[in-house]
């Protein structure tokens, strides 16, 4: 059974192929190449049901979709939903260096990755969070990964997301901790 992946970011199809694949070993996922749907929900659920909707109409399979960012106590909850597009680039760069700019003497550095990952197959819709705490650094700090993760430091570990081997980040972050929620809801409807 194929299920496709509602993302253009190669570093997203790459992850999500690992946390499914590691779970979902029947299931072939495959990559999106269809049109980018406006993502102008008001949640990172809303946002990941428009993107699953969207691939899951043009492909005709089943579909996957996440909407996912990073959220700050000190700014609000931002840049939240608004992550990927933060300074208005979206280049990862670019809202990195935002994000520190704007944290510049604050001493409440708290904040969380947050995950919506949501399934769409036929007219059944299903949605899963996941939530991964941590701080923001004042520097980045490590290579891997990708988007804010040279800046954010997990709950529990002394180096950044960025610092931790695919394997490791893929065992706690958000984004494993969403699509392991739905792993059972996407084999029970693709059986």
């Avoid at 904040?111 to 520097?139: K, M, P, S």
């Avoid at 993760?149 to 893929?170: M, W």
Wanted: negative net charge; hydrophobic residues 40%.
């Amino acid at each position: 059974m194929k299920l496709v992946l509602a993302t253009h970011n190669a570093h997203k199809v790459e992850e999500l192929r690992r946390i499914l694949g590691a779970v979902l070993p029947d299931i072939e996922v495959v990559g999106y190449d269809g049109p980018e749907p406006v993502e102008d929900g008001d949640s990172f659920a809303a946002n990941a049901l428009i993107k699953a909707r969207a691939a899951a109409e043009h492909t005709g399979l089943p579909a996957i979709a996440d909407d996912s960012g990073v959220c700050v106590d000190a700014l609000g909850g931002a840049p939240g939903i608004h992550s990927a597009r933060y300074a208005g680039t979206r280049d990862d760069g670019d809202n990195l260096r935002l994000l520190l700019k704007n944290l510049e003497g604050e001493t409440n550095r708290a904040g969380h990755f947050e995950c919506a990952a949501a399934l769409v197959v036929g007219d059944v819709e299903h949605v899963e969070a996941g939530i991964w705490t941590g701080e923001i650094l004042t520097e980045p700090a490590g290579t891997n990964g990708f988007g804010y993760d040279p800046i954010f430091r997990p709950t529990g570990y002394d180096v950044s997301a960025a610092e931790l081997t695919p394997e490791e980040k893929n065992a706690v972050s958000h984004r494993a901790r969403a699509f392991t929620a739905i792993a059972p809801i996407v084999g029970q409807l693709l059986k």
